[in-house]
């Protein structure tokens, strides 16, 4: 498995923008897909967004579409989550994630976990 390590989060107004950044240990960061998922409170975790080894592939969950960009840099062993026009209901630790194989859809196909990072957005 693979140490990851996300910072960023924290509070903002509605409307506001974030960048997260999740860091991989390592020297096999750039052999795998990675993604985003996020949980609030008492809600399901829920994909956010995903993209290939390469960066040549980007997904995106429909609550997202248009507002969130994911990125990666595989020289700094690093994915990246730009987040704009945030939304109250974008409020949930947000994780990022290395994923094995098949879907990139599911939490399920995913190996390895940070330890996650707060983001609220305010009304």
Request: hydrophobic share 30%; charged share 20%; proline share 1%.
């Amino acid at each position: 498995q693979v140490q990851l390590v996300e910072s960023g989060g924290g509070l903002v107004q509605t409307e506001g923008s974030l960048r997260l950044s999740c860091v991989a240990s390592g020297r096999t960061f750039s052999n795998y897909a990675m993604g985003w998922f996020r949980q609030g409170a008492g809600k399901e975790r829920e994909f956010v967004a995903a993209i290939t080894y390469n960066g040549g592939s980007t997904y995106y969950g429909d609550s997202v579409k248009g507002r969130f960009t994911i990125s990666r840099d595989n020289a700094k062993n690093t994915v990246y989550l730009q987040m704009n026009s945030l939304k109250p209901e974008d409020t949930a630790v947000y994780y990022c994630a290395r994923r094995l194989g098949g879907s990139y859809y599911y939490a399920h196909e995913y190996d390895s976990w940070g330890q996650g990072t707060q983001v609220t957005v305010s009304s």
